[in-house]
């Protein structure tokens, strides 16, 4: 699968002392700069396309009872080093990735009073879509064991970029993003402290990484990093008067960042910078910077959509819990003998309704959230012990759910919400998977709402990034796929673990549900920022969207038509894409939803066409092993018209377009439920398609071969 090319390793002894050196992308787009100044703290600089975007940084890594790594070094050799290869990911948004970069690694020494010397080698890599660097620690004989109290990662920016950027928080990615300049910084100010009590802002000054900014010249510029792994999760400090950023780890509860034994190194720091807005989406610098994939035998992995007992619970239509009383124990009881509360969700009988749902439309799973004990004391009581994520609830029966399932040729999806007693998790998930596996189940949706636990770690914090990766590899060795819910947000980790299908680690759609919502430029954001490390699970495809439709005095309504909703499936890449509302509702809109039934979630290719964060978004994609095409165009609180060319179509070829468009009359506030269905447009690679999006609004085509 993957095909080398070539590799030219270069290494120059270095016998000057202040020696700058430069590393260039292949295609010359970046150029990077590294040296040790006049202090011995090694400082770095990028440039895209000859503009300054990183102007010169220090870099270090300070650690606990031993000489810091951040000056008073040597440079004792310089390797270069150059790689390119083409290979293909097992799910993704197209067939093939190249990976080509040009490399330089600085190897530094520093001693100690004792003359015991240390090494630290920082490795650069510079691709024509970004730049990443790193930290190391090859094994040597006065360093093994040992405890990093701060990394000193600066990123000097330009100037006073705009920035689309969400609060510092060790424990909660789920906030509205903010649009301003980075000197108008001000975390603690205005912001929404939503309902999922686990946000702790930070720092005043402190934002969260993958930061987008965009400078007052038109380069878009984002910072983040790629293949956490076994180290904290890193979010920026914002000097709102020089515009530097550092890097911000969160500490364990003894006040350190990270234990590590060489070899070992930290995650890659990235830089990618784009004169249009769609280049930094075609980026694939994140996912090249992972190691392959680990995984031997993949062809259990499955990309889905799936429907579920879900929406039901966030809207109020039923309960996650059995009981109302919140005065049961998780243990020794007799849960026969338990009231129920009249209103359960995940009974056998809705989960039939469910199973015949998604038979009858091509679903492969079924998800049912609230099936275990538990559910009547879950929430906001740093208890140990929540859930044991294998005991039913009374009126959920397991076996005769599996054979409905088998005979309807759908497959449940587990459930485990955690409530971030991820201690408590760890010591049942032998038994949890073993359950599964029992059960027929082969996909999990794991959840992480509260404080951690082992207390006084965070969801960022190292334990915590470890966890997750315990789990994906546990589940890994179990054929289990993973879509995890408040974790640390994703670095790229699904080329190496290709059953990690997606996570949410951002506010998805269920704030729709319960709170003030996401704003209409919400999800032309996030592909820009949170998604740029993998697919997420933002549950689209909501239709019925204002919600005293369940209750008259609910209030909430989702900020958008339906028919942007339908455009999610494409322009929120995931594998794993969830049908997010009642059958009943799907069954009043059966036209619309067959945008759903017929959208695919694995990709050959992916064209992105017309973008600009916070305002609009479309993108094109071909539905993998078919000439099959699928288009997504989202817009803001604004109208306009999508400009849609489809060159990309393969020339001479006639194709059909279905059109899924807002209806003239439509607007997210006041008119959102308004469509238009265009069925049988004649199109070829010389069409210009131009459609009205509505306020909030959106479009959704799908593109087939005449005939098919
Ligand atoms: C938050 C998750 O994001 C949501 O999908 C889930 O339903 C609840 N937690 C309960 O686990
Ligand atoms: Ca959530």
């Not at 870099?59 to 050799?77: C, E, H, S, Y």
Request: a negative charge; charged letters at 20%.
């Amino acid at each position: 699968m993957t095909k080398q090319i070539f590799i030219l390793t270069l290494i120059l002894f270095i016998s000057g002392i202040c020696q700058n050196l430069t590393v260039h992308s292949p295609g010359k787009i970046y150029t990077v700069t590294f040296e040790l100044n006049s202090s011995g703290t090694p400082v770095y600089s990028v440039k895209y396309k000859d503009k300054p975007v990183v102007q010169l940084s220090t870099l270090g890594i300070i650690l606990k009872d031993l000489p810091d790594f951040a000056q008073g070094l040597t440079l004792v050799r310089i390797d270069t080093s150059s790689f390119d290869e083409i290979w293909e990911p097992v799910w993704g948004e197209q067939k093939q990735i190249r990976n080509q970069y040009d490399e330089l690694a600085a190897t530094l020494t520093k001693k100690d009073y004792l003359q015991n010397e240390r090494t630290i080698i920082i490795r650069f890599r510079a691709a024509d879509d970004g730049v990443g660097f790193r930290y190391e620690f090859p094994k040597q004989n006065h360093l093994s064991y040992f405890v990093v109290l701060n990394e000193l990662t600066k990123f000097q920016l330009t100037g006073n970029h705009k920035a689309f950027w969400i609060p510092g928080d060790f424990d909660s990615q789920e906030y509205k993003y903010n649009t301003g300049l980075l000197s108008g910084v001000h975390a603690f100010a205005g912001m929404d402290e939503g309902a999922i009590g686990t946000k702790s802002i930070i720092a005043d000054s402190a934002v969260q990484s993958p930061l987008l900014m965009k400078t007052s010249g038109g380069l878009y510029v984002s910072i983040f990093e790629a293949a956490l792994l076994n180290y904290p999760a890193m979010h920026l400090l914002v000097n709102r008067s020089n515009f530097e950023l550092t890097s911000y780890l969160p500490s364990n509860p003894l006040g350190s960042k990270s234990y590590m034994q060489t070899p070992c190194q930290t995650p890659w720091r990235t830089i990618i910078a784009a004169d249009n807005a769609p280049d930094i989406l075609n980026s694939k610098l994140v996912l090249n910077l992972n190691e392959p994939c680990k995984l031997k035998d993949v062809s259990w992995i499955k990309p889905q959509k799936y429907v579920g007992i879900w929406w039901e619970l966030h809207v109020g239509k039923s309960s996650w819990n059995y009981a109302d009383s919140s005065n049961i124990k998780l243990q020794d009881m007799d849960w026969h003998a338990v009231k129920p509360n009249g209103h359960h969700g995940a009974t056998t009988e809705r989960t039939k309704v469910y199973i015949d749902f998604a038979a009858q439309h091509g679903f492969a799973g079924v998800l049912v959230e609230g099936w275990n004990v538990g559910w009547e004391d879950w929430y906001g009581n740093m208890k140990e012990e929540v859930f044991d994520f294998v005991t039913p609830y009374p009126d959920f029966n397991v076996t005769e759910l599996q054979d409905y399932a088998v005979k309807k040729g759908v497959k449940l999806i587990m459930h485990h919400e955690t409530s971030a007693s991820a201690a408590n998790y760890e010591r049942r998930l032998t038994d949890a998977f073993a359950f599964m596996k029992k059960h027929n189940y082969d996909a999990v949706k794991t959840g992480y709402v509260g404080r951690i636990i082992p207390r006084g770690e965070s969801h960022d914090g190292q334990w915590m990034v470890d966890h997750y990766i315990r789990v994906i590899e546990k589940a890994a060795a179990n054929k289990i796929m993973v879509d995890a819910h408040e974790p640390v947000r994703p670095t790229g980790l699904h080329r190496t673990y290709p059953n990690f299908l997606a996570c949410e680690a951002a506010r998805g759609n269920e704030f729709n549900g319960w709170s003030d919502g996401n704003p209409p430029e919400h999800e032309t954001i996030l592909p820009f920022t949170r998604l740029l490390g993998g697919p997420m699970d933002y549950t689209p495809g909501i239709f019925q969207i204002d919600l005293s439709y369940y209750k008259k005095d609910k209030k909430e309504k989702i900020h958008t038509t339906l028919v942007k909703q339908l455009a999610l499936y494409v322009t929120m890449y995931s594998p794993l894409q969830m049908a997010a509302d009642l059958p009943e509702n799907y069954n009043r809109f059966l036209d619309a939803f067959q945008f759903i039934k017929n959208v695919a979630v694995d990709w050959d290719d992916t064209k992105i066409l017309e973008a600009e964060p916070g305002d609009y978004l479309t993108i094109a994609r071909k539905a993998k092993h078919t000439e099959k095409w699928f288009i997504g165009a989202i817009t803001d609180e604004n109208p306009r018209n999508a400009n849609i060319d489809l060159s990309f179509l393969t020339p001479g070829k006639k194709y059909t377009a279905f059109i899924y468009q807002d209806g003239k009359d439509a607007h997210y506030e006041t008119n959102p439920m308004s469509y238009t269905i265009t069925k049988d447009k004649n199109v070829d690679s010389k069409t210009l398609l131009t459609i009205q999006l509505a306020a909030g609004g959106g479009a959704a085509i799908e593109i087939v071969p005449l005939g098919e």
